[in-house]
């Protein structure tokens, strides 16, 4: 060995070292021989049961799902689907519920009015909610005439009070209104309000007490003014107005025959001549009330030429209903200059609301 080379010796070691490795490691082993058991690192072994149990979760939930998801479809495969937006936008609906048949209205005042009763127009106005305020009364009577006047004077709330002026000899055809409330004797004033409540005022009466029973018939919305006086020539003015207005005021009752028209016309021109006599003298000390004396005296004289023309052609045979719808038209449309100055001299019987 010592004569060998270096280089020799070194191969023949390795070679040597090779064939050792072989028989201990590298040679194929037979089927009889064991396998050596293999060492594991500290913790492996834990670990693997760690993967082990988890995998056995895993596995169990899985298994679960797949349980779940077959009793989904066996529900499915069972239930039917909804149906779709199209075949829901098809299908017949349901009738909807008939509305109740809205109730019958209750019959109003004015049902009760037989036919051809003139009440009936009165009561109408009650059951559209006005306060009605009828006077009965003769044409011939000082009472009645006053209580005609203090009649024009009424407060009519814009348009909600509802005045009319009725011969007392006319009483029983206004069955209606009356058979609650008897009219004895003239003047009497019946203030009806809601579901026919009423007062019967006998005897000479004044707007004021008027107003004030229209009040409390009527209740909210007809509440009274309160009283105001007025004095000189504005009391006077106030008084000649609500007189020479008396034809104007008939148009709600015009008369219909020749004798009644002619009746009518009489008393409007008396009571306008003393009217114009009681102005002409009362002192007016404003310009307010120098102009209101003024256009009420040039009125006062056209309306008795109109009154005069009215006799003559109710003379000569003119139809009565003819001759009073001109003369009221004239005075209509004449008396809004005494009417505004009557306003500016705060004198309410020369206007009417």
């Known amino acids: 060995m010592e004569q060998l080379s270096l280089p020799y010796r070194i191969a023949l070691v390795a070679l040597l070292a090779v064939g050792v490795l072989w028989f201990a490691v590298l040679r194929p082993k037979s089927d009889g ?9 500290p913790g492996v072994t834990g ?5 082990s149990k988890a995998k056995g979760a895993v596995d169990a939930s899985n298994a679960g799902a797949a349980a779940t998801k077959a009793a989904a479809g066996d ?22 519920a008939a509305k109740p048949a809205p109730k019958p209205a209750k019959p109003g005042l004015a049902a009760d009015a037989a036919p051809g009763d003139p009440s009936r127009p009165l009561l109408a106005d009650v059951d559209a909610g006005k306060v009605v305020v009828a006077l009965f009364w003769n044409k011939e009577g ?65 707007a004021q007490e ?4 229209v009040s409390n018939i009527g209740g909210k919305g007809f509440e009274a003014k309160k009283a105001f006086s ?15 207005s008396y034809a104007l005021d008939q148009k709600a009752d015009p008369p219909t025959t020749v004798p009644e028209l002619t009746k009518v016309l009489g008393i409007a021109q008396r009571e306008e001549i003393s009217a114009r006599g009681r102005l002409a003298k ?4 404003t310009a307010s009330q120098r102009e209101l004396k003024a256009s009420a005296l040039a009125y006062l004289d056209k309306d008795a030429k109109w009154i005069a023309d009215a006799q003559r ?7 009565p209903a003819s001759v009073f719808l001109t003369l009221v038209t004239l005075e209509q449309r004449g008396n809004d200059s005494f009417k505004s100055a009557a306003k500016k001299a705060r004198v309410r019987g020369c206007y009417t609301d």
């Open 33 to 41: 021989e064991a396998t050596p058991a293999s060492t594991q690192a």
């Open 47 to 51: 670990l693997a049961k760690d993967v």
């Open 75 to 96: 529900a499915t495969a069972t239930t039917p689907k909804p149906a779709t937006a199209a075949r829901a936008a098809t299908a017949p609906k349901a009738p909807k």
């Open 142 to 206: 000082s009472d009645d005439r006053a209580t005609r006047r203090a009649l024009r004077a009424v407060n009519h709330h814009h348009g909600k009070v509802v005045t009319t002026a009725i011969p007392v000899s006319d009483v029983g055809k206004y069955e209606a209104i009356t058979r609650g409330a008897q009219v004895l004797e003239s003047p009497t004033v019946l203030v009806i309000g809601a579901g026919g409540k009423a007062r019967a005022i006998t005897g000479y009466t004044q």
């Open 210 to 213: 008027i107003d004030q029973a």
């Open 230 to 244: 007025l004095k000189g020539f504005a009391a006077i003015a106030d008084d000649a107005c609500k007189d020479f």
């Open 282 to 285: 009362a002192k007016a000390t």
């Open 313 to 319: 052609r109710l003379k000569a045979g003119e139809a």
